[in-house]
Antibody, heavy 116, light 107 residues
């Protein structure tokens, strides 16, 4: 069955770089896109970016200058890197599989807190 | 960027009541509108995609409609397990944008 699972540091200091991994199973990264969505505690959802089945990427324009999404298809992993983190980047980060039926599969999310 | 405005932001209704949630886009999104349900502490769950397509396993009391800039999620008979926050998402153009959500509670 399709599964996604996020992993990451939990706590990041301001101005540092966030590195998250989304490990997927039950589908191929060369056949489906994977998107990142984040949610500040108690707030709404924000689309962060995506990596497509062919390897190209799209980013939220508000985050583009700080963001990089890549993948390792042999390990079924997608990576998110965001630099110059600020307290406003504190959020639950979800990865989700894209498709014609929208975002039908989601990871459980990982909380990232930006604090010194 | 396309702005998505959801209303109301909070709704309290009785079990068995018909409930309507609204999502309005700042420009035509060509029916590329999805609805998600999020319960406390959980990931969002897809309910409806492309305006009116019920996702697999979702109860038939949920339905969607709309076109152009105006879209609606209807719950025909509210159940206690429907307590959640509901978000719309437009996938017509980049960046994808979510509405701010409607929090639904039982009266």
């Amino acid at each position: 069955q399709v599964q996604l699972k996020e992993s990451g540091p939990g706590l990041v200091q301001p101005s540092q770089t966030l590195s998250l991994t989304c490990t997927v199973s039950g589908f191929s990264l060369t056949s489906n896109s994977v998107h990142w969505v984040r949610q500040p505690p108690g707030k709404g959802l924000e689309w962060v970016g995506a990596i497509w089945s062919g390897g190209s990427t799209d980013y939220n324009s508000a985050l583009k200058s700080r963001l990089s999404i890549s993948r390792d298809t042999s390990k079924s992993q997608v990576f998110l890197k965001m630099n110059s983190l600020q307290t406003e980047d504190t959020a639950i980060y979800f990865c989700t599989r894209g498709g014609h039926t929208a975002f039908a599969y989601w990871g459980q999310g990982t909380l990232v807190t930006v604090s010194s | 960027d396309i702005q998505m405005t959801q209303s109301p932001s909070f709704l309290s209704a009785s079990v068995g009541e018909r409930v309507t949630l609204s999502c309005k886009a700042s420009q035509n999104i060509n029916k590329y509108l999805d609805w998600y349900q999020q319960k406390l502490g959980e990931a969002p769950k897809l309910l409806i995609y492309n305006t009116n397509n019920l996702h697999t396993g979702i109860p038939s009391r949920f339905s969607g409609s709309g076109s152009g800039t105006d879209y609606t999620l209807t719950i025909s008979s509210l159940q206690p397990e429907d307590v959640a926050t509901y978000f719309c998402l437009q996938r017509n153009s980049w960046p994808l944008t979510f509405g701010s959500g409607t929090k639904l509670e039982i009266k």
